[in-house]
Nanobody, 124 residues
């Protein structure tokens, strides 16, 4: 399974950006698909995830601003980022997990496959 993230770039605070992640090799609908981010000097942190059945999960710091969705026909998961803040700056990674375990959906170590990351920079 391979994941290819795209859509990052420079955006002003308060603006919007949409990230995409294409899954290849296996149907995306089989996996829990997640987004994580890593800011300079910080560890990777959970942003959002969507399960095989479409249930969604968000971290507290993006809830109400970001929206995760997927298109199984296109094998693609999206992250719509609205009302972005400078603290949203970082490299955003998409990941896939073969198993849905609610208690660990926010834990990056439980994900089996990772994309290469796409850089998001939010200017103030």
């Amino acid at each position: 399974v391979q994941l290819q993230a795209s859509g990052g770039g420079l955006v002003q605070a308060g603006g919007s950006l949409r990230l995409s992640c294409v899954v290849s090799g296996r149907p995306a609908g089989r996996y829990v698909l997640g987004w994580f981010r890593q800011a300079p000097g910080k560890k990777r942190e959970f942003v959002s995830a969507i399960t095989n059945f479409g249930s969604t999960y968000y971290s507290d710091f993006v809830k109400g601003r970001f929206t995760i969705s997927k298109d199984n026909a296109k094998n693609t998961v999206y992250l719509q980022m609205d009302s972005v803040k400078p603290e949203d700056t970082g490299v955003y990674f998409c990941a896939a997990d073969q198993r849905f375990i609610q208690s660990t959906i926010r834990v990056p170590e439980t994900y089996d496959y990772w994309g290469q990351g796409t850089l998001v920079t939010v200017s103030s």
